[in-house]
């Protein structure tokens, strides 16, 4: 059996992936990585903190999964980053996605934040998402 993270994240990868609009946005593909690729140039995002936790009933099991999505952009990039991350929220937020070997009760942004790194100087903005799968 598929992980539930496993499976969110690869429906994910789905959804973003067959959305012409984010994959404009992102420079003609969708550029969504669990790493930053070597030499990877903005904009680009990845998958970023997860934490999944039981969430079973008496009758099914399942888990609430927080999971992270950073949207990484040039210096001076906020909006880049900005619109990128508001795609994802538009086609993530109580999406009705199919997940290998579990169900998809809910799934909603809970936050979205933006900053700049400090090291690199790049604008990076942060989509924080929060579903509760069901072992099917």
Known sequence: MT???????????DAAGADTQLCTLMGGALRLYDEPPRGAEPVYALFSDTRAS?????????HEQDIGIVVWSERGGARTALSVAERFDALLDDASLPLDGHRLVNLRVTELSSGRDRDSGLTRVTLRLRAVTEVV
């Open 54 to 62: 039981d969430w079973s009933t008496d009758q099914d099991r399942g």
């Open 3 to 13: 992980s539930p993270v496993l499976a969110l994240r690869r429906a994910i990868l």
